[in-house]
């Protein structure tokens, strides 16, 4: 079992920044890519971003690009999804989610909720003045 817990969500002004942190309970977090996506109210959970085993492949969706860094530290079992210059539209609960680097088969898999097994509960990211 892979218990995923985000934090860092708030409340930001637009223009503001925020960082999430996803910690992993895996004993070997360098086994696992993880992905970040979001749910805002009336829509669909949609792609965020996404981070292969070691960090060397990097994914990010058109609507976040530019504003968005995301990386991890495995020895901390740590992932974590740097937000910039962020808009009122990137209101949503902010979920991480994990699946073993193997099952990964090909890079659009990173882009699919469907390829993720592991879920955390959702950190809510409010922007608004």
């Known amino acids: 079992q892979v218990l995923l817990v985000e934090s860092g969500g708030g409340f930001v002004q637009p223009v503001g920044s925020l960082r999430l942190s ?3 309970s895996v004993r070997r977090s360098r086994d696992y890519a993880i992905g970040w996506f979001r749910q805002a109210p009336g829509k ?4 965020v971003a996404a981070i292969s085993w070691n960090g060397e492949m ?7 690009k530019g504003r968005v860094t ?7 079992n740590t992932v974590w ?5 962020l808009k009122p539209e990137d209101t949503a609960v902010y979920y991480c989610a994990a699946v073993q680097q193997v099952q990964v088969v090909r890079r659009s898999s990173y882009y699919s909720e469907s390829t993720y097994n ?6 809510q990211v409010t922007v608004s003045s």
């Open 70 to 76: 995301i990386s991890r530290d495995n020895a901390k």
């Open 81 to 85: 999804l740097q937000m910039n210059r």
């Open 118 to 123: 592991y879920w955390g509960q959702g950190t």
């Open 44 to 47: 669909e959970r949609e792609f």
């Open 22 to 24: 996803c910690a992993t």
């Open 58 to 64: 990097v994914f990010e969706a058109d609507s976040v």
